[in-house]
């Protein structure tokens, strides 16, 4: 069965840095594009960034420049650097196979609160 496994989300003051991690299973992790999205309070989801099979990578406008997506294909492990954060990054973070939209909408894990306040 697919799942999702976030972590690393905290409580972090503007200007700060939150490394997020995702473990994923029940599919074979390599041959997919990973995706990360976040949901803040009283909005949709919204697609964050994206990082091909092949490591190539893509960002939403607010996040780019800041924030880095990378995988380990050997861990089964898509990770989201997240630099200069700003409170407007306050949301919940999820990862999942695809893009827009993702491939395993119905396989949604837990997410990872990042709060960014002072």
């Known amino acids: 069965q697919v799942q999702f496994v976030e972590s690393g989300g905290g409580l972090v003051q503007p200007g700060g840095s939150l490394r997020l991690s995702c473990a994923a299973s029940?599919?074979?992790?390599?041959?997919?594009?990973m995706s990360w999205y976040r949901q803040a309070p009283g909005k949709e989801r919204e697609w964050v960034a994206v990082?091909?099979?092949?490591?190539?990578?893509n960002y939403a406008g607010p996040v780019k420049g800041r924030f880095t997506i990378s995988r380990d294909n050997a861990k089964n492990t898509v990770y989201l650097q997240m630099n200069s954060l700003k409170p407007e990054d306050t949301a919940v973070y999820y990862c999942n196979a695809g893009v827009v939209p993702p491939r395993f909408v119905e396989y949604w894990g837990q997410g990872t609160q990042v709060t960014v306040s002072s």
């Open positions: 990082i091909t099979s092949a490591g190539n990578t």
């Open positions: 029940g599919f074979t992790f390599s041959n997919y594009f």
